[in-house]
């Protein structure tokens, strides 16, 4: 697949105003300062689609991208660690609990994770409810053009490890760099092979 039309629709802060086309979804998130946004102006070929910063917690509000008039990119809320307080991390948090239960048009949900690090209590707990509350998600780790190939396969095998504690098989996992930009082929390819499932 090619991205060859991007258009963004709106930016929500509550599931009542979000957009009232129904198109199939497809939805990134992660705790904060995983290089969400860079991954999302990666797929899209465009520098400045979703904002970067250097402040945790940047997104606040659910973003909706039109892509080729036919489905939805959706940039979530980050979790975890962000200069906000206690209640007002639990509020977010919530805020995206809700959108992924209740989100019809949801058909896969990628959940970044920095592979640069060990794999963090937050990222595991989300995941766990991901799979309790039976919503498709994929592992997309990273900034992998920051480590070696040995530390790569060092850093993927130990979420292995640590997931299959819990786990009887681990979803897709597809390895990224917005710098180098690997995995954008195989992430729009997958999204690709939803759409004509559907």
């Known amino acids: 697949m090619q991205i060859k039309q991007v258009e963004f629709i709106q930016s929500s802060t509550s599931l009542e105003n979000l957009p009232k086309q129904s198109l199939p979804e497809f939805a990134f998130v992660g705790r904060s300062n995983v290089g969400k946004s860079s991954l999302i102006n990666m797929l899209a ?3 400045n689609l979703a904002h970067t910063s250097q402040n945790p917690g940047k997104t606040q509000t659910i973003n909706h991208f039109r892509i080729n008039q036919r489905w939805f990119l959706v ?3 980050g979790y975890g660690y962000a200069r906000r307080s206690k209640k007002q991390r ?3 948090m ?3 609990r809700d959108y992924l239960l209740k989100a ?11 592979a640069r690090i060990e794999p963090q209590k937050s990222d595991l707990e989300f995941m766990q409810w991901l799979g309790l509350n039976e ?14 190939s040995h530390k790569l396969s060092k850093s993927l095998r130990h979420y292995r490890e640590e997931m299959l504690k819990t786990w009887e098989f681990l979803p897709k996992v597809i390895s990224t760099s917005a710098v180098s930009k690997s995995g954008k082929d195989e992430i729009l390819a997958y999204i690709d092979e939803i759409l004509k499932g559907i």
């Not at 048009?105 to 959940?111: G, P, T, W």
């Not at 919503?135 to 070696?148: G, W």
């Open 90 to 92: 639990s509020q977010m």
């Open 94 to 96: 919530q805020f995206l």
């Open 75 to 77: 940039d979530l809320p």
């Open 135 to 148: 919503i498709p998600f994929t592992m997309v780790f990273t900034k992998i053009d920051k480590l070696s």
């Open 104 to 114: 019809p048009d949801l058909m896969n949900l990628f959940v970044l994770l920095d």
């Open 45 to 47: 070929g465009q520098k």
